[in-house]
């Protein structure tokens, strides 16, 4: 699968460079995304436990536990698109973990 953005996820390991246990979940993560042959839902759920489907039109947020660092990637055909990095507070400020404030932030967006 095709990782995009992948740039976000550079930009978040070089802010957070002494820090390897998240800079090795990070690239696990990419690893897996670029590995990954998923074609389902639980396909990506089976694999990577931390996904959370956040949107039915394929967005999911990863929650790298070992730095409460959140993850905003949507999936379509062929590629995984990184939408927007985080800490778990900068998650909250903007999401509010609430469903419907990610939907509203998708359609301001006009990702959705």
């Not at 740039?7 to 690239?27: C, F, Q, S, V, Y």
């Not at 990954?36 to 929650?63: L, M, N």
């Not at 790298?64 to 660092?69: D, L, S, Y």
């Not at 939408?83 to 400020?93: C, Q």
Request: charged content about 35%.
């Amino acid at each position: 699968m095709e990782l995009l953005r992948k740039n976000k996820l550079i930009k978040l390991k070089t802010k957070n460079r002494g820090n390897k246990k998240l800079i090795a979940e990070i690239d696990k993560l990419i690893s897996d995304i670029e590995s990954a042959q998923w074609t389902k839902k639980t396909d990506i759920k089976e694999s990577r436990p931390d996904a959370d489907c956040v949107h039915s039109e394929g967005f999911y947020f990863f929650d790298i536990n070992v730095h409460r660092t959140m993850i905003l990637i949507v999936f379509e055909d062929d590629e995984a698109t990184i939408i927007w990095t985080g800490s778990h507070d900068e998650y909250n400020k903007t999401f509010k973990g609430n469903k419907n404030t990610i939907e509203k932030w998708l359609r301001n967006q006009k990702m959705i």
